[in-house]
């Protein structure tokens, strides 16, 4: 039996095709081509391993040309299904995570949302820590592309401030990724690193933004971006989670009040550190 891709020896059309296309390559399925001599001397290869082959081949064409099917569904279709159930997956658990808080959401739970058996989900997930940094990917991509025009164009203050205000419409996303940080401060845990890879890339994004606020006269010379993106940062996170126990505080408009005494330092040579009691 074959997957969706056809024997060497048809072309893209499903039809019998002798000639290799590229030497060393399979047609379709891109294996590399065992008896190179054939390939060298621009000859096919005959006797009974030929018959074979051929057999194979209109076996093939027989069975994925005739009826509904089309090649070039047959070449997408394991891909494509796959990416459809990891799609469900990744959809079934958001919609879950909305409503319960992490370790309250188990695989099995997620895989009946999806529409498949938990079996299927632990060969992509093993295990809800695994599901989660997908999630996140996935959530946070959803959540922070749409806005970095936003760092391009107005710079990270505003970029920063355009994240609190999605979050405070929806603050699913941010709860999750707060449940997440004791995962990434678990370094016994497999993923810790994946997620602190996550955070480290975070910064960095508002780090490259305030070097281009400062080049372009947004923010003050003064103002050194990895030590701002370190400020900023703890500012935005930490109101945020300050807004989660306490309800009924205006994480943007305290975020506003913030940021302004921030830049106002910003806007100041940088004292030697000095801790007095």
Do not use: K
Not at 237 to 250: F, I, K
């Amino acid at each position: 039996m074959w997957s969706s891709s056809p024997p060497a020896c048809l072309g893209a059309s499903g039809a019998s095709s002798p000639a290799p296309v590229a030497p060393g390559l399979g047609v379709a399925s891109g294996r590399r081509v065992r008896d190179r001599s054939s390939i060298r001397s621009g000859t096919t290869r005959t006797g009974p391993r030929a018959s074979l082959t051929q057999c194979r081949c209109s076996r093939w064409a027989s069975a994925h040309t005739d009826g509904p099917h089309h090649l070039t569904d047959l070449l997408a279709g394991p891909d494509a299904a796959t990416e459809a159930v990891r799609t469900a997956v990744i959809e079934a658990a958001i919609a879950l995570f909305r409503e319960q808080p992490l370790h309250h959401v188990a695989l099995d739970e997620v895989a009946a949302a999806a529409g498949i058996s938990t079996a299927e989900l632990t060969a992509i997930h093993p295990t809800v820590d695994d599901l989660v940094i997908a999630v996140i990917r996935a959530w946070n991509q959803r959540r922070t592309a749409p806005l970095m025009p936003i760092a391009e164009g107005h710079g990270a203050v505003a970029f920063l401030r355009a994240i609190v205000l999605a979050n405070a419409a929806d603050p699913a996303l941010m709860r999750l990724l707060t449940s997440a940080a004791t995962i990434a401060a678990t370094p016994t845990l497999p993923q810790a690193e994946q997620l602190q890879a996550s955070w480290i890339h975070f910064h960095a994004i508002v780090q490259r933004a305030l070097t281009q606020d400062v080049a372009v006269g947004r923010e003050p010379a003064t103002m050194e971006p990895a030590r701002g993106a370190e400020q900023l940062i703890a500012l935005y996170e930490g109101l945020q989670l300050q807004s989660m126990v306490r309800p009924h505080m205006d994480v943007v408009e305290a975020y506003d009040r913030a940021v302004t005494r921030l830049r106002d330092g910003w806007s100041r040579d940088y004292p030697p550190s000095v801790w007095e009691i």
